[in-house]
């Protein structure tokens, strides 16, 4: 059954929300110079590796708004093969790393990975921030898949 052009921008639109909401967390502990994740206050020693705090949270936002412009192209992939590929591989990569993320944080606030930092103080805020990546990932996950299926272009790049 083929895929109507709507239920094929689902994916790649929710996984843009899910890069945007990163981003706006980042700049958001970029404003209060504060390292970690929504719910996951960094351990105090990590400040002792990071020079400019706030610098460092604003480069993690532009790659939160590089992310959720690569998970838009999926919507509609370039048709040409070398950009369609670089496409398809940066976009797996961001998957794994987000995923990654997703993961350990899990395993810190579960109390499974001690040495990745305390328990969160605020289990809401860290369970909602949990709750939007995995979603990020997942839909990041199927816009991916469905690029990678899509009819390409015959031409040679």
């Known amino acids: 059954m083929p895929r109507t052009p709507g239920k094929s921008l689902i994916a790649p639109f929710a996984a843009g929300v899910g890069a945007l909401a990163y981003t706006v967390a980042k ?19 990590a400040y002792a ?5 706030g610098a460092a949270q604003l480069g993690n936002a532009a790659l939160g ?18 950009v369609r590929w670089s496409l398809l591989a940066v976009s797996w990569a961001g998957i794994v790393m ?5 993961v350990g944080f899990t395993a810190r606030a579960t109390g499974l990975a001690p040495g990745l930092g305390p328990t969160p103080p605020h289990p809401p805020t860290a369970f909602t921030a949990l709750l939007v990546g995995a979603a990020w990932v997942t839909a990041w996950t199927v ?10 272009a015959t031409s040679a790049d």
């Open 27 to 45: 700049v958001d502990l970029a404003r209060k110079d504060e390292l970690g994740m929504p719910g996951f206050p960094a351990p105090a020693d």
């Open 49 to 53: 590796a990071v020079a400019d705090v």
């Open 65 to 82: 708004l590089l992310m959720a412009v690569v998970a838009l192209f999926l919507a509609r992939p370039p048709r040409g093969r070398f």
């Open 98 to 102: 987000v995923g990654a993320g997703v």
């Open 143 to 152: 816009a991916t898949v469905t690029a990678t299926r899509a009819p390409a």
